[in-house]
T-cell receptor, first 113, second 118 residues
């Protein structure tokens, strides 16, 4: 089975711009979660989607949003980028049941200048 | 609120030494799940193990073993006869019951950087 894929792998944006990241889960996985990883804050949960609905949300400002499509693919969007948004954004997919292991993609490295 | 503590920021060992990575968690739920992930320099998080709160059996997988003790809220990870390829950052994580805001939300510890040298 193919693993979780994320595009693009690297991105450089300017403050104030917006960005959209994409994630394709493992086939058959219907839950997709997003995480932000920074040296200062570590790995932090952004949100989880299941059946095109946000099932859970972390403590991030409204500039961070996401969605899930009927084929379980997911996108996350960050509007009005700030320097502090520079991070590795990781997508993970899992089976629907709560507590299942999550499989992570390679991440998108976002740099905001 | 849930919390995961990995007090060891960095550990250096010589190849073939055994090493234990500590993980202490906090949760008010009776149903919860614990995980270990490995993050090599490439950056991708690799799933190692999952344990639910009702299963305190220790587990061994090759050179890896895990010790889950609810009495001390710990879920420690031991690598026996470490190898250079084990060098990575290791994360312990916790998820709680969906009804209490968990679901598939993972709360991670800060990670332990393991360096295995020849």
């Amino acid at each position: 089975k193919a693993g979780v894929t994320q595009t693009p792998r690297y991105l450089i944006k300017t403050r104030g711009q917006q960005v959209t990241l994409s994630c394709s889960p493992i086939s058959g996985h219907r839950s997709v979660s997003w995480y932000q990883q920074t040296p200062g804050q570590g790995l932090q949960f952004l949100f989880e989607y299941f059946s095109e609905t946000q099932r859970n949300k972390g403590n991030f400002p409204g500039r961070f949003s996401g969605r899930q499509f009927s084929n379980s693919r997911s996108e996350m969007n960050v509007s009005t980028l700030e320097l502090g948004d520079s991070a590795l954004y990781l997508c993970a997919s899992s089976l629907v049941q709560v507590g299942n292991e999550q499989y992570f993609g390679p991440g998108t490295r976002l740099t905001v200048t | 609120a849930q919390k995961v503590t990995q007090a060891q920021t960095e550990i250096s060992v010589v190849e073939k030494e055994d090493v234990t990575l500590d993980c202490v968690y906090e949760t008010r739920d009776t149903t919860y799940y614990l995980f270990w992930y490995k993050q090599p320099p490439s950056g991708e998080l690799v799933f190692l193990i999952r344990r639910n709160s009702f299963d305190e059996q220790n587990e061994i997988s090759g050179r890896y073993s895990w010790n889950f003790q609810k009495s001390t809220s710990s879920f420690n990870f031991t690598i026996t006869a470490s190898q250079v390829v084990d060098s990575a950052v290791y994360f312990c994580a916790l998820s709680e019951d969906l009804l209490t805001g968990g679901g598939n939300k993972l709360t991670f510890g800060t990670g332990t950087q393991l360096k295995v040298e020849l």
